[in-house]
């Protein structure tokens, strides 16, 4: 992986925050450490970050209070370190827009290839970030062949990382594009939310791989949120429906 630019690791324990600086260094990320929550923002705010790591438990303002001031300037993807291993903290931590949650004691191995696995996945920038000036993170330029998916007033564009509503800009995390993407292609046949957790988490999911509850729970977040995102009404849904004990399929297209 060539220039992966800059991260930030945001861990009070030395042990943790070594391991994880000497695992981001190796990677060839341009790193940067901050002991506290609030010292953790600014490092990001000043410069243009690709990762960031953080705890959960800081000494200053928790993990989830620091990933959502991040939340609000930047794009850049998340993953929280945490010896807290409580489906709720997984759950709250996605919500607030983490990509990954990786629990302590970690491998080294695991930690790495999970943030590969996000960075094959270009993110649009936050306009913050742009209007800052960001150019590393920019999105993809626009191809000959641009791949769009369109279904019932919804568009995706699978080279630029974007997606739009009746026109409308829509804001949406990594794992969330993935999701509708991946639903959008299905044509209307089901996807289990075992597929989908293999879908957000990329290359680092072999088709063998076990699936844990937790992860499952994780899918659901991510269809609640898309859902509040589109104004889903429940009772007529024009995107996702729930196939009970199975998992999601896309809502037949609707006659103008």
């Not at 990933?67 to 794009?75: A, P, Y």
């Amino acid at each position: 992986m060539s220039d992966p630019g800059a991260a930030v690791v945001i861990e009070d324990d030395v042990d943790t925050r070594n391991l994880v600086c000497a695992v981001l260094l190796q990677s060839g990320f341009d790193v940067h450490a901050a002991t506290g929550g609030r010292e953790g923002i600014e490092a990001v705010r000043r410069r243009i970050t690709s990762v960031v790591t953080l705890d959960i438990g800081l000494p200053d303002i928790d993990g989830f209070e620091v990933l959502r001031r991040i939340r609000q300037f930047s794009n850049c993807y998340v993953v929280m370190v945490t010896s807290r291993n409580d489906e709720l903290d997984t759950l709250t931590a996605l919500q607030l827009g983490a990509d990954d949650y990786v629990t302590k004691p970690f491998r080294p191995r695991e930690l790495r290839a999970r943030i590969h696995a996000m960075l094959r996945r270009p993110r649009t920038p936050h306009p913050l970030e742009l209007s800052a000036g960001s150019t590393a993170a920019a999105p993809l330029a626009p191809t000959a062949h641009q791949n769009i998916l369109e279904h019932n007033g919804l568009a995706l564009d699978s080279d630029k990382r974007t997606a739009s509503l009746d026109g409308e800009e829509l804001r949406l995390t990594r794992s969330e594009f993935n999701v509708l993407q991946e639903m959008l292609r299905s044509a209307g046949a089901v996807r289990s939310k075992a597929q989908l957790v293999k879908v957000v988490r990329g290359d680092y999911y072999p088709e063998d791989s076990y699936i844990s509850e937790a992860d499952e729970r994780a899918i659901e977040v991510h269809v609640g949120n898309l859902r509040r995102k589109l104004k889903e009404d429940p009772h007529r849904p024009r995107w996702l429906v729930t196939v009970r004990g199975v998992g999601y399929r896309l809502a037949p297209e609707r006659r103008t």
